[in-house]
């Protein structure tokens, strides 16, 4: 298990092979935060339809392409959709844990950038057979914003982000569409 979790570890602090390459860290800035100050924020939706249809529509690690949504897209840069270590195009995410409803997943250490811890976590939960709680949660250390204002205006822009993101969830899983973006 000490291994595992360790492997997890350097992996959000390197990276997969080759992710730095081109942009070697700045020895004058150090992503160690002095005085960190973590926060979450948690937004949650019922879903008319049971979890394993839920899970089955939105729950895959690059689903977040469609239901967030980003023109890019999302592919698998390092190891298997949906297994744990798994690293995302977006924002070079790495999935550090898994359930049969689950994941969460971690942003690792960039060039020239503070550590923000930044985490999140999307969750299934069956309500009943016919309905879905879908939460996510988000971990992140907002101590570089310049202050409480700051944080708190962050925080309220995050939620009202991931609620977005929440809704089309919920519209692709009760068997809607989304209308693409820019139109």
Request: charged share 20%; net charge positive; aromatic share 8%.
């Amino acid at each position: 298990m000490r291994s595992v979790v360790l492997c997890i570890i350097a992996a959000l602090v390197v990276g997969p092979p080759g992710l730095h390459a081109q942009a070697p860290a700045s020895p004058a800035l150090s992503p160690i935060v002095e005085k960190p100050t973590f926060t979450s924020v948690q937004v949650e939706t019922t879903v008319n339809r049971p979890v394993a249809d839920v899970w089955a529509r939105i729950g895959k690690f690059c689903a977040v392409a469609e239901w967030f949504p980003i023109p890019s897209g999302c592919t698998i840069i390092a190891g298997t959709e949906d297994e744990v270590g798994a690293v995302r195009s977006v924002a070079t995410e790495i999935m550090v844990a898994k359930t049969q409803y689950s994941y969460t997943y971690a942003q690792h250490l960039r060039p020239g950038r503070p550590y923000d811890y930044y985490h999140g976590t999307l969750e299934a939960r069956p309500v009943d057979g016919k309905s879905t709680r879908l939460i996510y949660t988000l971990v992140f250390d907002n101590s570089t914003m310049a202050d409480d204002a700051a944080r708190e205006k962050d925080k309220a822009t995050r939620a009202a982000m991931f609620t977005r993101a929440l809704g089309n969830m919920k519209t692709l899983a009760e068997g809607g569409t989304l209308t693409p973006p820019g139109r």
